[in-house]
């Protein structure tokens, strides 16, 4: 099977375009773009330079590091946050280092174990979304430098395009509307977009698992599964810094490309961070009492075991050595000698095992939920370089007839190239809804239900007459259930008011239930399993002219509106409408 750079086709549009993919992650940051002119196969291209950076030919990757001075200006980031000269003067003149930031965004569904340790304290004044944005504008400060040098005439090609740029910000697969948004403001507050609905439409979403798929297949990777549709699945397994996102798809047609998820992503906290965060632990408990055991001592080790131990590890058979002084640094009751601190190769697999052994039920459960489709394991992202992470995932795998593969080239550069496919060729077509999602309404009160009998005390009766109770929740989608793109989901409600002011205002909010595949009868708006996946905000006024006075039992005046609920969930963001209709009967009480 060709790449899919010798089958994508030429762009469409009938003026020069630039689209840029930055994919924050929660140790690494890379961008990668491409200039779309009319009539061309559109090239993609990585930023391969970045400040502090320049001795490294063609490094894709920064860390996701920031330092602040006391009043909340950034005075560093990436590479050169890295460098001993700006450590030094962070230190002299007491700057904020901000790292990890990125798993501030999460879910409150997503709880995070740091294992007793905290996230370092953002700078005064900051929120998580003002540190997200400065990074992002520090990345696109950095492309655009890039691409004036690198490109012929770069800075009359940048002033061409500089107002109509679309971005493409990756997430994990476990962020939701809300991180969305947050994502989308902090690209406001960084000066990206302007703060317009046009500007708001210049981004696009895309989660780091599909983005990943797209990076496999541009690279050719298992180019035999691509091209003989069949009844097996595989898998895109991102192992990144913190999270590891995995997806389950087949594919449905070659020509063109055309592929479906089988199960619902999934998303765990598992990335190499937590390695490092448990490598951390062990050396605080076993260095304790030692000249080595101070916190600027243990920061020093653990950053060297992050660059040399933890790469390299792959037997756990072997003594393993974390070099990180000189050869005059020993003391033998902790086994430090010639510079290097000696560990038991059983230690160091102790502080992989959680992360493996969370991913390899991931993995179980993908294949559970596609019913035995999953043949294949792609493992991509920056931890997939590990070997022993590698070796681990095929050991435990083997048995259920599963391969495990890694792509050659550098995996790390996998979601940004591939959030630039997933605009550009776009192969998923139908996606595999997570959780459920629904709306509330007004239930009909039976007073022989012992469940309404426990509500009572919440009873409305509507103008024209009828008791219900408030709360009841009504489904839109269930769980684990594949929609296409192109479908929408639709219900029709109608609500009864005394005030046709209110109609200016009016606004519905959409529910999502995490708690299992029956559907609940009620919304327990204080349980965790539940939460507002967004509030739909329309303004209905233009009813109010259609809309015939009734009378109620009471001989109050009332109205009757009747609306949709119109939600895409296809997409890789999530989009719902209100919509009118005038004359329309089977609705719900809302």
């Known amino acids: 099977m060709k790449q899919t750079s010798d089958t994508r ?24 773009y491409a200039l779309l002119e009319p009539g061309e196969v559109p090239k993609f291209h990585g930023v391969t330079r970045f400040p502090g950076q320049e001795h490294v030919a063609g490094n894709s990757k920064i860390p996701s590091i920031m330092y602040y001075d006391k009043h909340g200006t950034v005075m560093a980031a990436g590479a050169e946050a890295d460098d001993a000269s700006i450590i030094s003067k962070a230190e002299d003149e007491e700057w904020i280092k901000t790292e990890l930031f990125k798993l501030r965004l999460r879910p409150k569904a997503m709880k995070l174990k740091m294992n007793g340790m905290r996230l370092s304290p953002l700078p005064r004044h900051k929120t998580p979304v003002d540190v997200f944005g400065d990074f992002l504008a520090y990345l696109f400060r950095c492309t655009k ?20 740029i679309e971005l493409i910000l990756s ?10 948004t947050k994502m989308r403001r902090a690209a406001v507050y960084g000066g990206l977009i302007p703060d317009t609905d046009e500007g708001r439409a210049r981004i696009r979403f895309v989660t780091e698992g599909e983005a990943s798929l797209h990076a496999c297949v541009q690279n050719g990777l298992a180019a035999d599964v691509l091209s003989n549709p069949s009844r097996h699945g595989f898998l895109v397994a991102d192992a990144g810094g913190g999270t590891l996102d995995i997806s389950s798809y087949a594919v449905r047609g070659t020509d063109p490309l055309v592929i479906e998820e089988v199960a619902p992503p999934d998303c765990i906290f598992a990335g190499s961070v937590f390695v490092s965060r448990r490598a951390r632990e062990f050396l605080e408990e076993k260095l304790r009492g030692t000249r080595y055991g101070t916190p600027d001592s243990i920061d020093h080790i653990t950053k060297r075991f992050d660059e040399t131990t933890k790469r390299l590890f792959r037997d756990k058979k072997d003594m393993q050595f974390i070099p990180f002084g000189s050869p005059l640094d020993k003391d033998n009751t902790v086994g430090i000698r010639g510079g290097q601190l000696k560990l038991e190769g059983t230690e160091v697999a102790q502080f992989f095992e959680p992360s493996v052994q969370a991913a390899v039920t991931s993995i179980k459960a993908q294949v559970d939920a596609s019913q035995g489709m999953i043949k294949s394991v792609w493992l991509v992202g920056g931890f997939a370089a590990s070997p022993w992470l590698f070796s681990q995932l095929q050991e435990r795998l083997a048995p259920l007839n599963i391969t495990v593969s890694r792509p050659d080239s550098q995996t790390s550069k996998a979601v940004a190239d591939g959030a630039l496919g997933f ?14 999602y629904g709306v509330e309404y007004l239930r009909e009160y039976d ?25 009841a929740f009504d489904c839109i989608l269930a769980r684990c259930v594949k929609v296409k793109e192109s479908t929408v989901f639709t ?22 239930y995490r708690g299992g595949d029956a559907i609940p009868q009620w919304i327990l708006r204080q349980a965790e399993d539940y ?5 739909v905000r329309a303004d209905l006024s233009p009813l109010s002219g259609s ?9 109050k005046t009332y109205w009757t509106i009747v609306f949709s609920v119109e939600i895409h969930f296809g997409l890789t963001e999530f989009k719902a409408r209100i919509k009118w209709n005038d004359n329309v009967r089977n609705f719900t009480v809302m």
């Open 9 to 32: 086709k030429p762009y469409a549009g009938f003026s020069r375009g630039l689209i840029i993919a930055l994919d924050v992650g929660t140790t690494f940051s890379g961008v990668s």
């Open 145 to 164: 430098n890039f691409i004036i040098d690198t490109h012929a005439n770069g800075q009359t090609l940048w002033r061409h395009v500089e107002h109509s």
């Open 171 to 180: 997430h994990p697969n476990g962020w939701e509307g809300a991180q969305q």
């Open 423 to 436: 605009y550009c060729d776009h192969h998923v077509s139908a996606r595999m809804s997570k959780f459920m």
């Open 447 to 471: 007073p022989n239900d012992p469940d309404h009998l426990v509500r009572r005390d919440r009873l409305c009766e509507l103008p024209s007459g009828p008791r219900l109770l408030p709360d």
């Open 491 to 512: 219900r029709k409600y109608c609500t009864e008011l005394t005030n046709l002011s209110t109609l200016s205002v009016f606004e519905v909010e959409i529910w999502c």
């Open 531 to 535: 939460s507002t996946l967004c509030v």
């Open 547 to 555: 809309a015939e006075p009734k009378h109620g039992k009471n001989g």
